[in-house]
């Protein structure tokens, strides 16, 4: 009964959604206010359906229905409650009803808080919104209905996969898709855009706390995936450039260009088109990873476990939703035409620079990434492209962004005065090098010049994170009114900033000074020593966990005679598919990782295990903590949340900030 | 005109995946097409006696790289049956990490098509052969050059149309 | 015809993909691994190695990472070879020669891999270019406007009623 109500509501939902947009394009047309307005309503009714349907299908899960095949495929009767009520985006069909779920709320958040916007541009945003869930309720109908029942209905179902019962699958997913999906807002004003011809610093400050939300959540979502990869993989790795990972890491360099183009676009009216053509391109890349992900066209340890037919129907929709795009574009760009002019030397100018770099980058990881297809498609032979390639090319182009974030903070819109910025970088960059050159001296690292000139990067970016937010506090008359006179989208701008160096100083040293080594240890005997720690093996005993079994090990780290940390690295043994799962034991602090998984038994008792140091290690994912919260607080920024009578005061502020700076 | 740039990359792209969407990422094409025979010195499951490259000179014959774990293997094992005593195709049968226990049972059961089982019990052969699962099949010419490799289980249409006139015109 | 060359594509990729999976278990998957033969010259170079080596059954691993038995067969057989006296590159010849390029996660710089090679930077010349041509484009199009701007002053200073 529940999945039926599940499968009805989806149908239903289909119904709306295409009412969502035919209705609304009738009044854009006929210029009907009323048609206009059935949009927000399409746009409730659609949230209520779609959460029915994912309703029932957790129902499904918790109540371990295997007579729904979806969910004997991802399920077991020992499963634990809190994997069960997450399994629903387990594998490809639920995952798709989690994306449908995510969309219709990014709909309805859209069709609520758009007050300040003229009715037609509201409502042509929520007729492309409308689209995309015609498109993703039809694939999910037609190809991927995850409340399909079987019979006869099984005695226990297939568990979910192993690798996915962990605190990091719980997470991932759902930050993840908010971003993809989040991005689908900004591309759905740009039609809009497009569609009326109208394009006004208005609609870049409609448009850019809908960006920075979706870039904040697809930013957290990639540092979740990676810490997850690290923690569960048991290889220390915790970034592969795989196709999957590329697919979510392109949309996340075209989101970032997007959020630093639509400043440009607000504060100055320039780069319309191109903040146009981005938005389009940053969806367009969630579309594409979207597509990479499911149709087996690519080999990932990632991937879904799906068919090239899918993968047909998902090329039409991309190629259907990018197609019409670009041909509007090419049609209606021409008519944004910015006015005013851009010295290279000023904000502007050095955010374009940011974009070039950005974009470069991903453009690159989009061709490492299709290379070894196109080479296969033009029947050339078969090659491999990984990190080793990606590495080479990223690095430096990644690397003058890192400049620009210090050095675009100390430049003033419209012209700036080389002198005068100068004077203000003088100092962090003398701190930048000294510490530098310091840190590893500190840290008794061997110096490495490679090391040095990342962490100077990184530090960099550090040291001139505050920079706006100290200029702003001396601008008044005391530090505590100076402290309330800084808006947050300054410190939004100045934590993410810091975030990212953080984030690059920590790759440096992970990637400089990481040493690992494969031993083989007796429970209770000798250990081995690795970078000035000892690692012991206690013991190794058989555990029985909830759906599995495992052998628990018990590893002590000792460091200047003192025992400073006990792992418990595990092999576990999973009852309903076989399969067999290595869980890694970390012990960290931001300084260092302490890493240890387990091998193979040996005859005599014997274990081999894989022992890393990684050094700043978490430092990686604390960077992308804080570039979220950064992008929280830009997003939640007073100016974008003011009623239209307070607009206009708030419309001299921004005024009479952009004078000062 | 330059605003229709993305248009046109867009339709490259999606060209190049409908082609994609047909093509396996998984299977790897073989460099040792037109190459001699990796050498190799190895026991026949039969008697123990060295069996090498050389001795796979002078017909074109099928290398069949097999296991008794594989389970592929068995989809394809009543072709070859058929290959081996309807047509007289010479088939040479490479045991990859196996035992001989386990493959005489499996040949016992199952039917042996091979006019001689060679033990490649470390799998050292098909690392020289590039063998990286069971089944692969390499088909060799009278001169002991490799002039066709089915990676997976050879089926009827893969016999029809590619391997067997290889045979026929090496022979 | 498509719909049977799919399912003839999707029997062979799982077909090889289950024959590939039910493979022995390794003796000793880390164990081929353990230290004590390598000095650290050589333990860089194999980890080095092992890294930029794809593991050929694997859903796009390293052989480094992976616990599958050929990886593990490639990882002793590059261990064995750095011990002999061979060179990185003589190594990896060994590899491409049974195996093809495929092997191999740095692509080799060959004619059919330049514009991977020089793509990104091309790109980034080519990004910057249009970025400099956006600047001075935006230059004369403002000095266009303050010409007209000028003129437009004047044909009001004439007009003034005065």
């Known amino acids: 009964m529940i999945p039926e109500l599940g499968h009805f509501a989806l149908i239903l939902a289909l119904g709306v959604a295409i009412a969502q947009v035919l209705v609304p394009a009738y009044g854009l047309w006929r210029h009907d206010g009323r048609a206009l307005a059935l949009a927000t309503s399409a746009a409730q009714a659609q949230f209520l359906l779609v959460i029915t349907a994912y309703l029932s299908l957790t129902w499904c899960f918790v109540s371990k229905d295997f007579s729904v095949a979806y969910v004997a495929a991802n399920s077991s009767s020992e499963l634990p409650l809190m994997y069960r009520l997450t399994a629903v985006w387990g594998a490809h069909e639920g995952s798709l009803l989690l994306w449908v779920m995510i969309l219709s709320g990014w709909t309805l958040a859209v069709a609520t808080f758009n007050r300040r916007l003229p009715a037609d541009i509201a409502a042509t945003a929520l007729a492309v919104l409308g689209c995309i869930s015609i498109g993703f309720l039809l694939f999910m109908l037609l190809t991927s209905n995850p409340f399909l029942r079987q019979f006869p209905v099984p005695a226990d179902g297939h568990d979910l996969n192993p690798l996915l019962q962990d605190p ?102 320039l780069l319309k088109s191109w903040t146009v053509l981005l938005a389009i391109i940053a969806f367009g890349l969630s579309l594409l990873g979207t597509f990479l992900v499911r149709s087996g066209i690519l080999v990932s340890v990632h991937a879904f476990a799906t068919d090239p037919a899918r993968g047909i129907f998902i090329l039409g929709f991309l190629g259907t939703v990018l197609g019409l795009s670009f041909l509007l574009y090419a049609w209606r760009a021409p008519k944004l035409v910015s006015e005013g002019e851009m010295d290279l030397f000023s904000r502007e100018g050095l955010l374009l620079i940011n974009n070039v770099f950005l974009i470069t980058a991903c453009a690159s990881v989009l061709l490492g990434t299709l290379y070894p297809l196109a080479v296969d498609a033009l029947h050339l032979g078969k090659i491999s492209v990984g990190p080793p390639y990606f590495d080479a090319v990223f690095i430096p182009l990644f690397a003058p962004l890192l400049l620009l974030v210090g050095l675009a903070a100390a430049v003033s819109w419209k012209r700036a005065r080389v002198g005068e910025v100068w004077r203000r970088l003088r100092m962090p960059l003398l701190v930048a090098v000294a510490i530098a050159v310091l840190l590893p001296l500190a840290l008794r690292y061997r110096l490495s010049l490679p090391v040095m000139a990342g962490s100077f990067l990184g530090l960099w970016a550090i040291v001139t994170a505050g920079q706006e937010v100290w200029r702003r506090i001396r601008a008044k008359s005391d530090f505590i009114s100076g402290l309330r006179g800084v808006p947050r989208g300054v410190w939004g701008m100045s934590l993410a900033h810091f975030g990212l160096g953080v984030w690059a100083l920590g790759i440096c040293f992970v990637s400089g000074y990481s040493i690992e080594r494969d031993a083989r240890l007796t429970p209770g005997g000798d250990g081995v020593a690795l970078g000035g720690y000892s690692f012991m093996l206690d013991d190794v005993s058989p555990r029985l966990g909830p759906n599995y079994k495992s052998d628990y090990g018990t ?43 387990m091998g193979e038994p040996m005859d005599n008792g014997d274990w081999t295990l894989r022992l890393y140091l990684k050094p700043m290690m978490h430092m990686v994912w604390l960077g992308g903590v804080l570039m979220f919260l950064g992008g929280l607080l830009a997003a939640t920024d007073r100016r974008y949340r003011l009623s239209r ?10 005024l009479s900030m952009a004078a000062d700076a | 005109m330059r605003y229709a740039i993305p248009g046109v990359v867009l339709v490259g792209l999606i060209v190049l995946f409908s082609v994609g969407l047909y093509l396996n990422p998984r299977e790897v094409p073989s460099p040792l097409i ?138 | 015809m498509m719909k049977q060359s799919l399912v003839l594509i999707l029997a062979l990729w799982l077909g090889t993909g289950a024959a590939l999976a039910a493979g022995p278990q390794p ?109 001075r484009r935006s230059h004369r199009r403002s000095k266009a406007v303050t010409v007209n701007e000028q003129a437009l002053k004047q044909l009001l200073d004439e007009n003034r009623p005065s």
């Not at chain 1, 025992?563 to 602090?589: C, M, W």
């Not at chain 1, 009578?645 to 921004?654: F, K, L, N």
């Not at chain 2, 394809?76 to 001989?100: C, F, S, W």
């Not at chain 2, 069971?134 to 050059?145: M, S």
Request: aromatic residues 12%.
């Open chain 1, 645 to 654: 009578a307070v607009e206009r005061s708030a419309a001299d502020d921004a």
């Open chain 1, 168 to 269: 990091g699958f719980i997470s991932h997913p759902p930050m993840l898709y908010m971003g993809y999906v989040g991005f689908s807002v900004a591309f759905a004003f740009a039609i809009a855009a497009l569609i009326t011809g109208r394009m006004d610093a208005a609609w870049a400050r409609w448009t850019r706390p809908w960006t920075t939300t979706a870039w904040m959540f697809l930013t957290l979502g990639i540092t979740l995936g990676s810490w997850w990869a690290y923690n569960e993989l048991g290889w220390g790795g915790w970034w592969f450039w795989d196709p999957v990972e590329n697919a979510s890491f392109m949309p996340w360099l075209a989101g970032t260009a997007l959020i630093h183009s639509l400043a440009v676009t607000e504060k100055r009216g």
């Open chain 3, 27 to 135: 003796e000793d998957s880390f164990a081929a691994d353990v230290q004590g033969s390598l000095n650290p010259a050589q333990e860089a170079r194999y980890q080095a190695l092992t890294r930029e080596l794809r593991c050929m059954v694997c859903m796009n691993e390293s052989i480094a990472d992976s616990t599958a038995a050929l990886a593990n067969d490639m990882r002793m057989q590059v261990r064995k070879q750095i011990i002999a006296g061979r060179s990185d590159a003589q190594i990896l010849k060994y590899l491409t020669d049974r195996y093809g390029d495929f092997v191999l996660y740095n692509p080799p710089f060959k004619r059919l891999t330049l514009l991977l090679w020089l793509g990104p930077l091309l790109l980034v010349l080519l990004a910057l270019a249009l970025a400099l041509a956006f600047v």
């Open chain 1, 555 to 597: 590893v002590s780290i000792g460091h200047n005679g003192r025992i400073i940390a006990q792992l418990h690295p595990e092999k576990r043994l999973y009852d309903a598919t076989g399969s067999v799962q290595t869980e890694s034991a970390v012990d960290f602090n931001l300084l260092r990782d302490l890493y240890v998984a």
């Open chain 2, 34 to 171: 037109g190459k001699p025979a990796p050498a190799f010195s190895l026991p026949l499951l039969a008697d123990g006696t060295t069996y090498t490259a050389q001795d796979l000179k002078g017909r074109p014959l099928l290398v069949n790289f097999f296991a008794s774990w594989c389970v592929g293997c068995q989809v394809e094992h009543p072709l070859l049956l058929r290959l081996a005593q309807r047509d007289g195709v010479e088939i040479v049968g490479m045991d990859y990490k196996d035992t001989p226990a386990d493959i005489n049972d499996y040949l016992k059961r199952h039917g042996d098509p091979y006019r001689r089982v060679v033990e490649d019990a470390q799998g050292t052969a098909g690392l020289d052969w590039g063998v990286y699962g069971v089944p692969e099949t390499f088909v060799l010419d009278a001169g002991g050059t490799i002039v066709y490799k089915q990676i997976g289980p050879m089926t009827e249409q893969v016999w029809q149309e590619k391997i067997r006139p290889l045979l026929k015109e090496r022979g």
